[in-house]
Each structure stands twice: as structure tokens, then as C-alpha cells.
């Protein structure tokens, strides 16, 4: 889908652009991905200004035909989006953007709820919980979400 919705950011630093797990770093630094699309320390996406639309994007994204291009090995929470792992308290949920223009259009559909489902069931598997425990960067305090299920 190619709504433009995602993969905008106001700011170049921002909660809502993707972090990345130590392997996908691992994955972009092998790759040969320019060093300057993500920052090694801090695990994040490094959106470029661009100014044409007056707002960051994400460096992967080609400009004309707004297409992903490490679409294939693209970062969990890329992946998981219009999902989110967002934090309240000490308390971990897996949310949802209620500005995405998808989840707009879908509202409560069966696909939306059965992928929410099996974000849950992996977040709450062994294999996901350990991934989040390694991947704690990823949890962002993030507003106007809709909080749909504690994960942790």
C-alpha cells in the first residue's frame, strides 16, 4: 500500500522513527548501507530532511515511487506498524496509531484483529519476550496511541 503515511517524521529525532535490533544494525553495517541512514549507538533509522514535502523521511524510501527499498529485510518495527510497543509506567502494551490512514480505513477488520493476535501471542512466547528484554529500545512512551494489550 502507498498511502505516504508512514515513514514521515516531523523530527529528525522522534520516537516514531524506527529503532533497530542489534542484528538488523548488524545487517545494514554488512550490507554496506551508508553509516549515515543509521546510528550504531543509539539502534535508529536516520531520517533526511527532504525538502520538497517540508518533512524528514526515512532514507530507504525512493522519493518518486515511495517504495521501501530494504522492503525485504526491513526493521521489526517497520514490519510491525501501525503497531507499536509503547510504554506507560513500567508497564509495556502493544498499540496502535490511530493516525495511520490503513488503520483508519480497516477499523476493526479481521485482518487487523488476527495480526494483533499473533503480535501478542509472539510478544508473550519465550523467543519475544527475550527479544524484548534484549531490545528495550524499542518501547517508547509514545502518545496518541491506542493501548490494545499489556505485553509485559
Known amino acids: 500500500m ?8 516531523r523530527e529528525a529525532v522522534s520516537p516514531w522513527t524506527p529503532s533497530l535490533l542489534s542484528e538488523e544494525v548488524a545487517f545494514l553495517k ?3 548501507i551508508q553509516e549515515s541512514f543509521y546510528s550504531l549507538e543509539k539502534k535508529k533509522i536516520l531520517p533526511v530532511w527532504n525538502e520538497k514535502e517540508n518533512t524528514f523521511l526515512c532514507p530507504f524510501i525512493e522519493e518518486k515511487s515511495y517504495r521501501c527499498e530494504i522492503y525485504d529485510f526491513r526493521p521489526l518495527e517497520c514490519a510491525l506498524y501501525p503497531f507499536l510497543l509503547s ?3 513500567k508497564k509495556i502494551f502493544l ?11 480497516q477499523g476493526k477488520s479481521q485482518e487487523i484483529l488476527e495480526y494483533a493476535q499473533y503480535l501478542h501471542n509472539f510478544f508473550s512466547s ?4 527475550k527479544m524484548l528484554e534484549n531490545n528495550l529500545h524499542l518501547v517508547q512512551p509514545y502518545e496518541d496511541v491506542l493501548d490494545i494489550i499489556e505485553v509485559r
Do not use: N, V, W
Open 2 to 9: 502507498e498511502c505516504r503515511g508512514c515513514c514521515r517524521f
Open 126 to 129: 519465550d523467543p519475544g519476550k
Open 30 to 32: 554488512k550490507s554496506g
Open 95 to 105: 498499540s496502535a496509531d490511530l493516525h495511520c490512514p490503513y488503520l483508519e480505513s
Open 87 to 89: 510504554s506507560r509506567g
